[in-house]
């Protein structure tokens, strides 16, 4: 499950995932995403919260988080990966290779900061 809260004076989607992610998850987050992005154009930044990567509870889930990836990447201006560590410090590195929006790793204490580099982004 992932939860999550969108900004719409900021342009801002903050992302916490609680457990394992399912493919559900990724067509929640589309129907909340997808008319912001339809009236504004995309997103200034996305915040991905979480103590470590949860995984995916099956194949389907993979897939469908990929799509949605695929599907949005080129709307999202900057994406704050904010973690105590593991995969998720290194986030930026394996991202690089799939999403046009710039992306950086913040520690967990650091949260206010990545939230100030998102707002920073451009429009």
Request: charged letters at 25%; zero cysteines; glycine letters at 10%.
């Given at each position: 499950m992932?939860?999550?809260?969108?900004?719409?004076?900021?342009?801002?989607?903050?992302?916490?995932?609680d457990?394992?992610?399912?493919?559900?998850?990724?067509?929640?987050?589309?129907?909340?995403?997808?008319?912001?992005?339809?009236?504004h154009?995309?997103?200034?930044?996305?915040?991905?919260?979480?103590?470590?990567?949860?995984?995916?509870?099956?194949?389907?889930?993979?897939?469908?988080?990929?799509?949605?990836v695929?599907?949005?990447h080129?709307?999202?201006?900057?994406?704050?990966?904010?973690?105590?560590?593991?995969?998720?410090?290194?986030?930026?590195?394996?991202?690089?290779?799939?999403?046009?929006?710039?992306?950086?790793?913040?520690?967990?204490?650091?949260?206010?900061?990545?939230?100030?580099?998102?707002?920073?982004?451009?429009?």
């Amino acid at each position: 499950m992932i939860q999550h809260e969108l900004d719409e004076s900021s342009g801002i989607l903050v992302i916490q995932p609680d457990g394992r992610l399912e493919s559900g998850d990724f067509e929640k987050l589309a129907a909340v995403v997808d008319p912001y992005i339809e009236k504004h154009g995309g997103l200034r930044g996305l915040m991905v919260e979480a103590a470590s990567f949860p995984g995916w509870s099956d194949f389907g889930a993979l897939v469908s988080h990929l799509k949605f990836v695929r599907g949005h990447h080129q709307k999202v201006a900057r994406v704050a990966a904010v973690s105590d560590g593991g995969v998720m410090k290194i986030a930026p590195q394996i991202a690089g290779h799939f999403v046009q929006a710039e992306v950086r790793y913040f520690d967990s204490s650091k949260r206010a900061a990545a939230l100030e580099w998102l707002k920073d982004a451009p429009e």
